[in-house]
């Protein structure tokens, strides 16, 4: 059974299960379950896992807590984040003493949820309670904080508690989710400090996570950072594609981004994958140079042979909504319905699971939000026909609120176009929060 279950074959595991639970002289005991959940549990079943956990806890057995971290990683895997903690809380009150992994397991779920006081809370239990938090407990909780810009800096004290106080050296994982805290926050001065630590060891996520760094950066902000971190800075080994200055005007991020990905390539530092030359694509979107963004879009994804993932769509419908270009943004729907159409025939053969969905970006909310973009970027270019077409199309069973679509109300304002407005109010749900109209959006 855990032969089958170590190669992802569910069916096998169940059918070595029921030789046992056949045999008269066998009979299936904590381990079995045990390795009958974890076929389940990575193969995307956990209802089923439930079934037969549910039925350990029913029985005199009582479940490991190797068998309840299972249960713990397959719900957070799963994105069942509330039924994490149930499994988790029954262990901790009836069962066992959470032991490092699973109270790691739900730092993890707090670092999904973006729950980073709740996630801090934990650790203090788990310290409290004489556990050893190991070098991934560090790294999960560093992601929690990365993922909140207001605890930029929590990360880094983190950092510097897992080196002086536990003795860990932080790893490429450690790295690369502090340059993913740098993008949140837009500090190119310390991503630009950790890349220069990184050094030779730069994976495609580390570009792919500084590149998006260059584009959440604000040329046009002060620079607070100190004059002492600054000198550090300058202290670093320097690399030929990093300056040692941060880029004034927005042309400069990008071109400094450009020879950055000019060395990937020609250098061959990494591979050049979907994500990264998505993030590189970003930083051009967001830094608003229009110049190459159809040439990454079209040529070089062509030319890498990469498929475009729901974020590629997105940058390029933000750059639509930015240039009013309505053309350009069918063109960019009309490729993001074939990856949904792919995506779903993989769905129904069995090849893709719900998890799959949810982390490529294409989950039922995600394409709520994608069509909004959409509908507001058509509004945006003038063609209020085609966006009320688009709207009741994708929202005929749950209506959006009429503060999703300002750019679309304010544009019927704008035009004078009365008619159009009435059918955007009749689309959508009724919202007594919206203001009255700005008379600067008339002509």
């Given amino acids: 059974m855990d032969a089958y279950a170590n190669t992802n074959d569910v069916e096998k595991t169940i059918e070595v299960y029921q030789r046992i639970k056949e045999d008269k002289d066998l009979q299936p005991d904590v381990y079995t379950y045990s390795t009958l959940i974890k076929a389940f549990i990575q193969s995307n079943h956990l209802d089923d896992a439930f079934i037969i956990f549910d039925r350990m806890k029913q029985s005199s057995m009582i479940p490991t807590q190797p068998i309840f971290s299972n249960m713990i990683s397959g719900c957070i895997q799963a994105n069942e984040i509330d039924r994490a903690w149930e499994v988790f809380d029954s262990m901790r009150l009836s069962y066992h003493q959470p032991d490092e992994v699973s109270f790691t397991l739900m730092l993890q779920a707090c670092a ?73 926050k837009g500090n190119l001065r310390r991503a630009q400090a950790i890349f ?14 500084l590149f998006s760094c260059y584009a959440s950066y604000n040329p046009v902000s002060t620079d607070t950072t100190s004059t002492q971190q600054n000198n550090q800075n300058q202290a670093l080994v320097e690399h030929a594609i990093i300056s040692d200055q941060l880029p004034q005007r927005r042309s400069g991020v990008v071109s400094e981004a450009s020879r950055i990905f000019n060395a990937i390539v020609s250098e061959q530092r990494c591979d050049i994958t979907t994500s990264l030359l998505t993030a590189y694509l970003s930083v051009h979107v967001m ?27 997105s940058l390029m419908l933000q750059y639509c909504y930015g240039q009013r270009d309505a053309d350009l943004a069918w063109r960019v729907w009309g490729d993001y319905q074939e990856f949904l159409e792919r995506r779903q025939l993989q769905q129904q053969d069995g090849s893709i699971s719900s998890v799959t969905r949810i982390n490529e970006g294409w989950a039922p909310d995600q394409q709520r939000r994608m069509a909004l973009l959409m509908v507001n970027t058509l509004a945006r270019g003038n063609d209020l026909k085609n966006a009320l077409g688009l709207l009741a199309a994708e929202f005929s069973k749950d209506k959006p609120q009429m503060s999703e679509l300002k750019t679309f109300r304010n544009k019927c304002i704008q035009l004078e176009d009365e008619e159009a407005l009435q059918s955007l109010k009749r689309l959508v749900k009724r919202d007594n929060k919206i203001k009255p109209a700005d008379w600067r959006f008339r002509k």
């Avoid at 950092?159 to 805290?181: C, H, K, S, W």
Wanted: negative net charge; hydrophobic residues 40%; aromatic residues 12%.
């Fill in 112 to 184: 999904k949820r973006g729950e980073v006081e709740r996630a801090l809370n934990v650790f203090e239990d788990m310290t409290g309670s004489n556990l050893y938090p190991t070098d991934v407990t560090f790294n999960v909780l560093i992601n929690a904080c990365a993922k909140r810009p207001d605890y930029f800096q929590a990360a880094f004290d983190l950092l510097e508690q897992m080196q002086t106080v536990y003795g860990f050296r932080p790893d490429l994982i450690t790295y690369n989710t502090l340059l993913t805290a740098c993008a949140r």
């Fill in 196 to 209: 220069n630590t990184i050094g030779g060891d730069a994976d495609h996520h580390t570009f792919a996570n």
């Fill in 287 to 313: 830094q608003k140079q229009a110049r190459d963004v159809m040439d990454i879009y079209i040529d070089m994804f062509d030319k890498c042979q990469l498929e475009r993932i729901p974020r590629t769509f």
